[in-house]
């Protein structure tokens, strides 16, 4: 299955998430393996973006 993600070489990617307060769809970088605390862009809530 292929999904519209990609890999910059260093074990990240880019995707996809909703924030789970506004639902506004974000593009983030997460590690390959483990997750990564982002910020909303648009109400400002921190939330953890897993890579799984
Ligand atoms: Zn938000």
Redesign the pocket.
């Known amino acids: 299955m292929r999904i519209c993600s990609k890999s910059d070489g260093i074990g990240r990617q880019t995707k996809e998430v909703a924030?789970p307060?506004?639902?506004?769809h974000l593009q983030v970088q997460v590690p390959s393996s483990g997750s990564e605390t982002i910020e909303?862009?648009?109400?400002?809530?921190p939330f953890l973006v897993s890579s799984h």
């Open positions: 924030c307060i506004c639902t506004v909303c862009g648009v109400c400002q809530h």
